[in-house]
T-cell receptor
Framework: QKEVEQNSGPLSVPEGAIASLNCTYS??????FFWYRQYSGKSPELIMF????GDKEDGRFTAQLNKASQYVSLLIRDSQPSDSATYLC???????????FGTGTRLAVRP | EAGVTQSPTHLIKTRGQQATLRCSPI?????VYWYQQALGLGLQFLLW???????NRGNFPPRFSGRQFPNYSSELNVNALELEDSALYLC?????????????FGEGSRLTVL
């Protein structure tokens, strides 16, 4: 089992729709969860982090965490073509000495 | 504020040679992380340095090594290069102590091994 799993996609949504990106992780003791966005040919940039169960909203982005199910998600409301990128889920180890990334989900927003 | 800077941008080597990649963190950041991003494999954790010490390393052979200097810059050395070492090597820094996951990445060094 991979430490952090994501569907590779591509996930294709029309402009203005809600994009839902999902991630599962294997380390039950993990405490910190992150979403990075990576445009083609660019380096990853942090867009959201969440530490507690529940929802965390920041503008058009909402991160959701369910530690019991070992599940993290990212919702993007009112998707724009500029949101087209690969979204990487990242999870810190229970010992706090490593950040593990999933392979990413490619999102394509159709105009 | 200058971001994380990496050099060189591109590097071409042949099998068996050594490669050295360099990274300067954001001013005030003491932790530096190295990741390998090979095609189709995602970001693989290589090394974490904090305050000049190696704090953790990923599942890579010993020919991948590095160090952090007193000014917190870092270098990654890859000895006895193999074809599968061809990848984008990303350096990141963090302003928070400990491996909190809030990383700022450089633009990477692309290593090609022929």
């Amino acid at each position: 089992q991979k430490e952090v799993e994501q569907n590779s996609g591509p996930l294709s949504v029309p402009e203005g729709a809600i994009a839902s990106l999902n991630c599962t992780y294997s380390d039950r003791g993990s405490q910190s969860f992150f979403w990075y966005r990576q445009y083609s040919g660019k380096s990853p940039e942090l867009i959201m982090f969440i530490y507690s169960n529940g929802d965390k909203e920041d503008g058009r982005f909402t991160a959701q965490l369910n530690k019991a199910s070992q599940y993290v998600s990212l919702l993007i409301r009112d998707s724009q073509p500029s949101d087209s990128a690969t979204y990487l889920c990242a999870v810190t180890s229970s010992s706090g000495d490593k950040l593990t990334f999933g392979t990413g989900t490619r999102l394509a927003v159709r105009p | 504020e200058a971001g994380v800077t990496q050099s060189p941008t591109h590097l071409i080597k042949t099998r068996g040679q050594q490669a050295t990649l360099r990274c300067s963190p954001i001013s005030g950041h003491t932790s530096v992380y190295w990741y390998q991003q090979a095609l189709g494999l995602g970001l693989q954790f290589l090394l974490w340095y904090d305050e000049g010490e190696e704090r953790n390393r990923g599942n890579f052979p010993p020919r991948f090594s590095g160090r952090q200097f007193p000014n917190y810059s870092s270098e990654l050395n890859v000895n006895a290069l193999e074809l599968e070492d061809s990848a984008l090597y990303l350096c990141a820094s963090s302003k928070l102590q400990g491996n909190t996951g809030e990383l700022f990445f450089g633009e990477g060094s692309r290593l090609t091994v022929l």
